[in-house]
């Protein structure tokens, strides 16, 4: 049975999220993701360190610890995957990632529930770097990006007050 929100049932006052907060949001959580990569390439470099300074691995003449990572499609296959459990998380925790919770946009089912690791999922694989957040101007009506449509799920605008209760609540 899927958890439902305290307000699911308020869920249809709240209007879907226009074009301007999801890119408003999509900028605020892309600084937020630019923190990610760094700490995620940090622990990377580190790691890589750590295999040359125990004799495990080492680089080619001329090349350094980040040549190396960069040469290598893991690096890149590794980062992604970092992104994606990182908005997978928050968008599973809470509807919310931080430039959501800025902008009062929350990700749920159409039911008001929270979206399940699966819909979680299908967002990141059909979000497209955001760029599915460009079909809310062809779609008038509804108001949904792709990863949207793919994952069952809707973005909703809350109120002031809404958006605090999700807040206090998720702590």
Known sequence: MPEVSPSHTLHASFPSAGFGRRIAAWVYDLLV???VIML???LALGFAALLTGSGWMTLPEGMDHAGWLNSSPLY???ILTVLGFFFGWFWRRSGQT???RAWRLKVQQPNGA???NKQAFIRVLTCA???GNLWVLV???NRRAWHDYAAGTELVTLSKEANQ???WRDL
């Open 139 to 141: 779609d008038f009506k």
């Open 129 to 131: 770097f955001g760029l």
């Open 33 to 35: 993701a630019v923190a």
């Open 114 to 116: 929270r979206i399940t």
């Open 40 to 42: 995620s390439s940090a």
């Open 165 to 167: 209760l999700y807040y």
């Open 98 to 100: 931080l430039g959501m």
């Open 76 to 78: 890149g296959i590794y």
